[in-house]
C-alpha cells in the first residue's frame, strides 16, 4: 500500500544521505552531490504533499522550480570547484580553510 | 564752601600717586621724579591752605567735614560687620594738614639741595611721597582702623629711610630697632583698637565720643591676670602704648636717637615734625579715652620723665643730630606731658610750634653737616662767619625752643607748665609733674645753645674742616626753606599776641585762635557728637554752616571767675618761672662754652657717676640689648628654633614623611598586585583564554560548520516538538 508515509519515508532517507554525504565526504564534488540529494528530498516531498491532498498543482510547480534552482546552484558551484582546483590543485574540502584563525 | 571728594581726597591722593609714578620711572628720569614729588606735596599745601582758610573763615568751634564711604561689609542677618572709611575734619585737623603739607613741601625743597649728590637721590623721594601721603591719611582718618593702617604705612617708610644708608651696618641695625621697638606699641595699638570695637561695635572717632558721652564704657571690666580692669583704660593704656612707641616715650625711646642714621632731611620730616607727633596726636583724639580710663596722671609722669630725662642725655651729646634727637624726645615728652594734665590745646600747639622749629633746626643741622661733612660738634666752631643764614635761622630756632618770649615755643610750652603748675597746686600727686617739666626747661634752654655755641661760636677748633665748609655750595633751595619755617617761630602767628598771654592783640576780635578753636572734648561737648552727621562722599556738603556760632575768646577758659582769677595768677607765675628759666639756661650755656667763666671739664670731673649714666643713655640700650634681647629673647629664639627643627621637623615633618612613605609603599603593592596583576593582566588573560576557546571553534573547516549547524537546527526542532 503506497500512502503518504512510504512517500516521506523514501524523501527522509535521502535526506539523511544527503547530509552524511555532505558531512562524510572530503571531495567537494561528493558534496555538491549530497546537496543535490536534499534538494530532491525536499521536493518529493512537495509532489507527494499534492498528491494527498487537494489536487492543485502548487507542490510540482514548487518541484520544478527546486530543480531549475538545483541546476543553477549546480553550475555555480562547478564553477567555483573549477575555480578552486586551478587555485589549489586540489578539490579536497580540507584544503579550503583560509578562513581559519 | 562745597566739599566734594575731589577736594578734600587729592590732599591725599596726589602725593600718592607721585610715589606710584615714581616708583617707576625714578630710574630714569631722577629729575623728573624729584619735580613730580616735590610738585604734588605743594599742590596739596595749596588744597589744605584752601581748606584752612576756610575753617579759619567759619571760625566756630562746632564746625567740621565728616564724609564715609562703606569699605566692606560682612554683614549677614541681624549680623552687623560693616566697616566704613571716611575722612573728619575739624579745627585741628585743618591746623595739622596745614603744618604736614607745609612742612613736607619745605623739606622736599630742601632735599632736592641735600640730597643731590646721593646715588640714591630718586629712591629717597619715592619713600618721601609715599610717607607725606600717609601721614596726611592719618590726619584725614576718622576711624582708627584706618589710622592703623596709615600709622604702619608711615612706619615701613620711616624703616626704609633710616636704613637709607644701608651699605653701613649701624644704619641697617638702627631700622631694625626702631622696627622692634614700634612693634611693641603698635601691637598694643591694634589690642587698644579691638577693645574699643568690642565695646562700640565701630571705630570711627564720632562713634567712640558717642559711645563715651552715651555711658557704654560705664561698669565694663576685663579680667587681666585675674585682676578686674575697666575696660575703658585698658584699651586707653594700649592707645596710649601705641604713641609712646611712635613718639618715643619712657621706656619706647631707645629708637629715636637711632633712627639718625637716616638721610637728615628724612629726620627733619619724620623724627622730628610729623610722625613722632602722629603719636601724639593719636592720644589727643583719644583724650576722652584717657580720661575716662583714669590715665592722665600716669600719662603726665610718663612725659615728664620723658622730657626731663632725654633733656639730661642731650647735655653731654657731642654729635649734633643726637642733641636734636634727644631735644625731640624731650618736647614730645611735654606733649604728653601736656595731655596728662588736661592742657589739650597746648599740647596739640606745641605740636605745631615744635615741628616748625625742630624741623627748621634739623635743616640747619643738615646744611651744616652738608657743608662740613662732619656731625661732631667738638670739631666745628666758628662757622657763623661761613654759613651766616643757617646761624641766623638756627638762633630763632634755639629760641623757639628754649622759650624765649615772643617765640613760638614759649607759647606753647609755658601754657603746658603752666597747666602742670596748677594741677601741683591743685593736686600734690602732680608736683614732680611740673618740678620736672621746669627742669626740663632749663636743660633744654641749656643744651640748645649749648649745641648753638659750639657750631657757630667761638674759634674754629678744626681749621682743616672749617676752611673746607662751602658756603658758596649752599643755593636757594636750601637756604629759603631755612627762612621761612624760622619766620614761623614766632608766637603771633599761633596765638596772635607776642607773649602768648593774650594781652597784647594783634588780630582784633580774632586773638588766640588757636586756642579758641580747638578744645578739649569733655563731658559737655562730647553730647554734641551724637548730632555729628556724616555724609557719603560724591554728594555736595549742603550743610548751612552760617547757623555755626562764630567761636568767641572766653578769657575764663569756661571757669567761673574766682577759679579762672586763682589759675591766671598760677599762670603769670609759671610765665616769669619760665622766662627766667630759659635766660638761666641761655646763661649758663653761654658762661660755660663762649665766656669759659665756668668750667665744663670741672662738672664732667665732678659727676663722673651721672656722666657716665647719661653717656649709657640711663642703660636702656643695655637693658634692652644686653638683658631682655640676650637673655630673653635670644634663647627663647633658640628654644623656638629647636623647637621647630629638633620636635616639629623631626617628628611632624619627618614622621608625616615617614607615614607618607609606607603609605607608598603600601599602595604600590596593591597597585602592583592586586590592580595590575591581577585585575588589568587577569582581563587580557580572560580574553586570552576565551580566544583560545573560540579559535578552536573557527577552524575553517566548512563540514564543521555545518555538523554545528545541523545539531543546532536539530536541537531546535527538538524543542519545538516536544
Given at each position: 500500500m503506497i500512502?503518504?508515509g512510504?512517500?516521506?519515508?523514501i524523501?527522509?532517507?535521502?535526506?539523511?544521505?544527503?547530509i552524511?554525504?555532505?558531512?562524510?565526504?572530503?571531495?567537494?564534488?561528493?558534496?555538491l552531490?549530497?546537496i543535490e540529494?536534499?534538494?530532491?528530498?525536499s521536493?518529493l516531498?512537495?509532489?507527494a504533499?499534492?498528491?494527498?491532498?487537494?489536487n492543485?498543482?502548487?507542490g510540482?510547480i514548487l518541484?520544478?522550480f527546486?530543480?531549475?534552482t538545483?541546476?543553477?546552484?549546480?553550475?555555480?558551484?562547478?564553477?567555483?570547484?573549477?575555480?578552486?582546483?586551478?587555485?589549489r590543485?586540489?578539490?579536497?574540502i580540507?584544503d579550503?580553510?583560509?578562513l581559519?584563525? | 564752601?562745597?566739599?566734594?571728594?575731589?577736594?578734600?581726597?587729592?590732599i591725599v591722593?596726589?602725593?600718592?600717586?607721585?610715589?606710584?609714578?615714581?616708583?617707576f620711572?625714578?630710574?630714569?628720569?631722577?629729575?623728573l621724579?624729584?619735580a613730580i614729588?616735590t610738585?604734588?606735596?605743594?599742590?596739596?599745601f595749596?588744597f589744605?591752605?584752601?581748606?584752612f582758610?576756610?575753617?579759619?573763615n567759619?571760625?566756630?568751634?562746632?564746625?567740621?567735614?565728616h564724609?564715609v564711604?562703606?569699605w566692606?561689609?560682612?554683614?549677614?542677618?541681624s549680623?552687623v560687620?560693616?566697616?566704613k572709611?571716611?575722612?573728619?575734619?575739624d579745627?585741628?585737623?585743618?591746623?595739622?594738614?596745614?603744618?604736614v603739607?607745609?612742612v613736607?613741601?619745605?623739606?622736599?625743597v630742601?632735599?632736592t639741595?641735600y640730597?643731590?649728590?646721593d646715588?640714591?637721590?630718586?629712591?629717597?623721594?619715592?619713600?618721601?611721597?609715599?610717607?607725606?601721603?600717609a601721614?596726611l591719611?592719618?590726619?584725614?582718618?576718622?576711624?582708627l582702623l584706618?589710622v592703623?593702617?596709615?600709622?604702619?604705612?608711615?612706619?615701613?617708610?620711616?624703616?626704609?629711610?633710616?636704613g637709607?644708608?644701608?651699605e653701613?651696618?649701624?644704619?641697617g641695625?638702627?631700622?631694625m630697632?626702631?622696627?622692634?621697638?614700634?612693634r611693641?606699641?603698635d601691637?598694643?595699638f591694634?589690642l587698644?583698637?579691638l577693645?574699643?570695637?568690642s565695646v562700640?561695635g565701630?571705630?570711627?572717632?564720632?562713634?567712640?565720643?558717642?559711645a563715651?558721652?552715651?555711658?557704654?564704657?560705664?561698669?565694663?571690666?576685663i579680667?587681666?591676670?585675674?585682676?578686674?580692669v575697666?575696660?575703658?583704660?585698658?584699651?586707653?593704656?594700649?592707645?596710649?602704648m601705641?604713641?609712646?612707641?611712635k613718639s618715643?616715650?619712657?621706656p619706647?625711646?631707645v629708637?629715636?636717637?637711632?633712627?639718625?642714621w637716616?638721610?637728615?632731611?628724612?629726620?627733619?620730616l619724620i623724627?622730628?615734625?610729623?610722625?613722632?607727633?602722629a603719636?601724639?596726636y593719636?592720644?589727643?583724639?583719644?583724650?576722652?579715652?584717657?580720661?575716662?580710663?583714669?590715665?592722665?596722671?600716669?600719662i603726665?609722669y610718663i612725659?615728664?620723665?620723658?622730657?626731663?630725662?632725654?633733656?639730661?642725655?642731650?647735655?653731654?651729646?657731642t654729635d649734633?643730630?643726637?642733641v636734636?634727637?634727644y631735644?625731640?624726645?624731650?618736647?614730645?615728652?611735654y606733649?604728653v606731658?601736656?595731655?596728662?594734665?588736661?592742657?589739650?590745646?597746648?599740647?596739640?600747639?606745641?605740636l605745631?610750634?615744635?615741628?616748625?622749629f625742630?624741623a627748621?633746626?634739623?635743616l640747619s643741622?643738615?646744611?651744616?653737616?652738608?657743608s662740613?661733612?662732619?656731625?661732631?660738634?667738638?670739631?666745628?666752631?666758628g662757622?657763623?662767619?661761613k654759613?651766616?643764614y643757617t646761624?641766623?635761622a638756627?638762633?630763632?630756632?634755639?629760641f623757639?625752643?628754649a622759650?624765649?618770649?615772643f617765640?613760638s615755643g614759649f607759647?606753647s610750652?609755658?601754657?603746658?607748665l603752666?597747666?602742670?603748675?596748677?594741677?601741683?597746686?591743685?593736686?600734690p600727686?602732680?608736683?614732680?609733674?611740673?618740678?620736672l617739666g621746669?627742669g626740663?626747661?632749663l636743660l633744654?634752654?641749656?643744651?640748645?645753645f649749648?649745641?648753638?655755641f659750639l657750631?657757630?661760636?667761638?674759634?674754629?677748633?678744626?681749621?682743616?674742616?672749617?676752611?673746607?665748609?662751602?658756603?658758596?655750595h649752599?643755593?636757594?633751595?636750601?637756604?629759603?626753606?631755612?627762612?621761612?619755617?624760622?619766620?614761623f617761630?614766632?608766637g603771633?602767628f599761633y596765638?596772635?599776641?607776642?607773649?602768648?598771654?593774650g594781652?597784647v592783640?594783634l588780630?582784633g576780635?580774632?586773638n588766640?585762635?588757636f586756642?579758641?578753636?580747638?578744645?578739649?572734648?569733655?563731658?559737655?561737648s562730647l553730647h554734641?557728637?551724637?548730632?555729628?552727621?556724616?555724609e557719603?562722599?560724591?554728594?555736595?556738603?549742603?550743610?548751612?554752616?552760617?547757623e555755626?556760632p562764630k567761636?568767641?575768646?572766653?578769657?575764663?577758659?569756661?571757669?567761673?571767675?574766682?577759679?579762672?582769677?586763682h589759675?591766671?595768677y598760677?599762670h603769670?607765675v609759671?610765665?616769669?618761672a619760665s622766662v627766667i628759666i630759659?635766660?638761666?639756661?641761655?646763661?649758663?650755656a653761654?658762661s660755660?662754652y663762649v665766656k669759659?667763666s665756668?668750667?665744663?671739664?670741672?662738672?664732667a670731673?665732678t659727676?663722673?657717676?651721672?656722666r657716665?649714666?647719661l653717656?649709657?643713655k640711663?642703660?636702656?640700650?643695655?637693658?634692652?640689648?644686653g638683658?631682655?634681647?640676650?637673655?630673653g629673647?635670644?634663647p627663647?629664639?633658640?628654644f623656638?628654633?629647636?623647637?621647630?627643627?629638633?620636635?616639629?621637623d623631626?617628628?611632624?615633618?619627618?614622621?608625616?614623611?615617614?607615614?607618607?612613605r609606607?603609605?607608598?609603599?603600601?599602595?604600590?603593592w596593591f597597585?602592583?598586585?592586586v590592580?595590575?596583576?591581577?585585575?588589568?593582566?587577569?582581563?587580557?588573560?580572560?580574553?586570552r583564554?576565551?580566544?583560545?576557546?573560540?579559535?578552536?571553534?573557527q577552524?575553517?573547516?566548512?563540514?564543521?560548520y555545518?555538523i554545528?549547524l545541523?545539531?543546532?537546527?536539530?536541537?531546535?526542532?527538538?524543542?519545538?516538538?516536544?
Amino acid at each position: 500500500m503506497i500512502n503518504l508515509g512510504s512517500y516521506l519515508g523514501i524523501s527522509f532517507a535521502l535526506f539523511i544521505c544527503g547530509i552524511l554525504v555532505m558531512i562524510a565526504r572530503k571531495n567537494i564534488i561528493a558534496i555538491l552531490l549530497g546537496i543535490e540529494l536534499i534538494l530532491n528530498a525536499s521536493a518529493l516531498n512537495f509532489a507527494a504533499y499534492t498528491k494527498f491532498s487537494n489536487n492543485n498543482l502548487d507542490g510540482h510547480i514548487l518541484s520544478l522550480f527546486i530543480i531549475v534552482t538545483a541546476a543553477a546552484e549546480a553550475a555555480v558551484g562547478l564553477g567555483i570547484v573549477i575555480r578552486f582546483f586551478q587555485l589549489r590543485e586540489s578539490i579536497h574540502i580540507d584544503d579550503a580553510a583560509s578562513l581559519q584563525n | 564752601m562745597d566739599y566734594t571728594f575731589w577736594t578734600i581726597a587729592p590732599i591725599v591722593l596726589l602725593p600718592f600717586f607721585a610715589f606710584v609714578i615714581n616708583a617707576f620711572i625714578v630710574k630714569k628720569f631722577t629729575k623728573l621724579a624729584v619735580a613730580i614729588s616735590t610738585g604734588s606735596i605743594f599742590v596739596s599745601f595749596l588744597f589744605a591752605l584752601r581748606i584752612f582758610f576756610d575753617f579759619m573763615n567759619v571760625y566756630s568751634v562746632g564746625y567740621h567735614i565728616h564724609k564715609v564711604f562703606p569699605w566692606f561689609n560682612l554683614s549677614s542677618g541681624s549680623h552687623v560687620f560693616e566697616v566704613k572709611m571716611g575722612i573728619y575734619i575739624d579745627n585741628m585737623t585743618s591746623v595739622m594738614l596745614l603744618m604736614v603739607t607745609g612742612v613736607a613741601t619745605l623739606i622736599h625743597v630742601f632735599s632736592t639741595w641735600y640730597m643731590h649728590d646721593d646715588p640714591r637721590f630718586g629712591r629717597f623721594f619715592v619713600y618721601m611721597s609715599l610717607f607725606t601721603s600717609a601721614m596726611l591719611g592719618l590726619v584725614l582718618s576718622d576711624n582708627l582702623l584706618s589710622v592703623f593702617i596709615f600709622w604702619e604705612l608711615m612706619g615701613f617708610c620711616s624703616y626704609s629711610l633710616i636704613g637709607f644708608y644701608y651699605e653701613k651696618e649701624g644704619a641697617g641695625n638702627a631700622s631694625m630697632k626702631a622696627f622692634m621697638t614700634t612693634r611693641v606699641g603698635d601691637v598694643f595699638f591694634l589690642l587698644g583698637i579691638l577693645a574699643i570695637w568690642s565695646v562700640v561695635g565701630n571705630v570711627s572717632f564720632v562713634d567712640i565720643y558717642n559711645a563715651i558721652a552715651a555711658g557704654k564704657f560705664n561698669g565694663l571690666t576685663i579680667s587681666v591676670f585675674s585682676i578686674g580692669v575697666p575696660v575703658a583704660t585698658l584699651a586707653g593704656f594700649s592707645i596710649f602704648m601705641g604713641t609712646m612707641g611712635k613718639s618715643a616715650q619712657v621706656p619706647l625711646q631707645v629708637w629715636l636717637p637711632d633712627a639718625m642714621w637716616g638721610p637728615t632731611p628724612c629726620s627733619a620730616l619724620i623724627h622730628a615734625a610729623t610722625m613722632v607727633a602722629a603719636g601724639v596726636y593719636l592720644s589727643l583724639r583719644m583724650y576722652p579715652l584717657m580720661e575716662l580710663g583714669h590715665l592722665t596722671t600716669f600719662i603726665a609722669y610718663i612725659g615728664a620723665i620723658t622730657a626731663f630725662g632725654a633733656a639730661t642725655i642731650a647735655l653731654i651729646q657731642t654729635d649734633i643730630k643726637a642733641v636734636l634727637a634727644y631735644s625731640t624726645i624731650s618736647q614730645l615728652g611735654y606733649m604728653v606731658l601736656g595731655i596728662g594734665v588736661g592742657s589739650y590745646n597746648a599740647s596739640f600747639m606745641h605740636l605745631i610750634t615744635h615741628a616748625v622749629f625742630k624741623a627748621c633746626l634739623f635743616l640747619s643741622a643738615g646744611s651744616v653737616i652738608h657743608s662740613i661733612h662732619c656731625q661732631e660738634m667738638p670739631q666745628m666752631g666758628g662757622l657763623r662767619k661761613k654759613l651766616p643764614y643757617t646761624f641766623f635761622a638756627m638762633l630763632l630756632c634755639c629760641f623757639a625752643i628754649a622759650g624765649v618770649p615772643f617765640f613760638s615755643g614759649f607759647v606753647s610750652k609755658d601754657r603746658i607748665l603752666g597747666d602742670a603748675l596748677v594741677m601741683a597746686f591743685n593736686n600734690p600727686v602732680y608736683i614732680p609733674v611740673a618740678l620736672l617739666g621746669f627742669g626740663g626747661a632749663l636743660l633744654t634752654a641749656f643744651y640748645m645753645f649749648r649745641m648753638l655755641f659750639l657750631t657757630f661760636l667761638g674759634e674754629p677748633r678744626d681749621h682743616h674742616i672749617y676752611d673746607h665748609a662751602h658756603e658758596e655750595h649752599l643755593g636757594w633751595n636750601s637756604n629759603i626753606p631755612l627762612l621761612i619755617l624760622s619766620v614761623f617761630t614766632l608766637g603771633l602767628f599761633y596765638s596772635g599776641s607776642f607773649t602768648g598771654q593774650g594781652e597784647v592783640n594783634l588780630f582784633g576780635s580774632r586773638n588766640e585762635w588757636f586756642s579758641t578753636l580747638i578744645h578739649k572734648p569733655d563731658a559737655e561737648s562730647l553730647h554734641h557728637y551724637a548730632e555729628y552727621k556724616s555724609e557719603d562722599f560724591g554728594d555736595v556738603d549742603t550743610r548751612d554752616k552760617l547757623e555755626l556760632p562764630k567761636a568767641e575768646y572766653d578769657p575764663n577758659h569756661g571757669m567761673s571767675e574766682e577759679v579762672a582769677h586763682h589759675v591766671h595768677y598760677i599762670h603769670h607765675v609759671g610765665a616769669i618761672a619760665s622766662v627766667i628759666i630759659a635766660f638761666a639756661g641761655i646763661f649758663l650755656a653761654f658762661s660755660m662754652y663762649v665766656k669759659k667763666s665756668i668750667s665744663a671739664d670741672w662738672w664732667a670731673q665732678t659727676f663722673v657717676g651721672w656722666r657716665r649714666a647719661l653717656q649709657n643713655k640711663y642703660y636702656f640700650d643695655d637693658l634692652y640689648i644686653g638683658k631682655i634681647i640676650q637673655k630673653g629673647l635670644i634663647p627663647f629664639n633658640n628654644f623656638l628654633a629647636w623647637f621647630d627643627m629638633g620636635i616639629y621637623d623631626k617628628y611632624g615633618v619627618d614622621g608625616w614623611a615617614a607615614v607618607n612613605r609606607f603609605a607608598y609603599t603600601v599602595s604600590r603593592w596593591f597597585d602592583n598586585t592586586v590592580i595590575d596583576s591581577g585585575m588589568v593582566d587577569g582581563t587580557g588573560w580572560s580574553v586570552r583564554a576565551m580566544n583560545t576557546i573560540l579559535r578552536w571553534v573557527q577552524s575553517g573547516k566548512i563540514q564543521l560548520y555545518f555538523i554545528v549547524l545541523i545539531a543546532v537546527l536539530a536541537g531546535y526542532v527538538w524543542k519545538l516538538s516536544f
